[in-house]
Nanobody, 116 residues
Framework: QVQLVESGGGLVQPGGSLRLSCAAS????????MSWYRQAPGKERELVAV????????SYTDSVKGRFTISRDNAKNFVYLQMTSLKPEDTAVYYC?????????WGQGTQVTVSS
C-alpha cells in the first residue's frame, strides 16, 4: 500500500532553516507528482509546493517563494522541502502528498514550529 513518511520537523528560531524529508513506498514513485502541504492551527490545509514526476516543473505558493525549495530523488523515492528564512507564520504541520485520479494519499505529518 502507499506509504508516505515525513521527517525533519522541529522547533527553529525565526530566520532559521529546516529540511523536511518524505520517504515514499508502495507505488511507482518516479511516475507521480509530489506535493508538500501544511496546516496551521485553526486554518485549512494549504498547498505549499509541487514537483512533477521528473522534476521538470515546480511551483510554490506565493508566501514561500524564494525561501522554500522542493526537490526529489527518484532513485531513493524521497521528496524534500528545504525551508530557509523561516517565519513564525510558517508554523504548521507539514504533510507529504501524492495523488492519482480522485485518490489522495497523505503522510502522518511533521510539526514545524518557528518561535524565539
Amino acid at each position: 500500500q502507499v506509504q508516505l513518511v515525513e521527517s525533519g520537523g522541529g522547533l527553529v528560531q525565526p530566520g532559521g532553516s529546516l529540511r523536511l524529508s518524505c520517504a515514499a513506498s508502495g507505488f511507482s514513485f518516479v511516475n507521480y507528482a509530489m506535493s508538500w502541504y501544511r496546516q496551521a492551527p485553526g486554518k485549512e490545509r494549504e498547498l505549499v509546493a509541487v514537483i512533477t514526476s521528473a522534476g521538470g516543473s515546480i511551483s510554490y505558493t506565493d508566501s514561500v517563494k524564494g525561501r522554500f525549495t522542493i526537490s526529489r530523488d527518484n532513485a531513493k523515492n524521497f521528496v524534500y522541502l528545504q525551508m530557509t528564512s523561516l517565519k513564525p507564520e510558517d508554523t504548521a504541520v507539514y504533510y507529504c502528498n501524492t495523488h492519482w485520479g480522485s485518490k489522495n494519499f497523505w503522510g502522518q505529518g511533521t510539526q514545524v514550529t518557528v518561535s524565539s
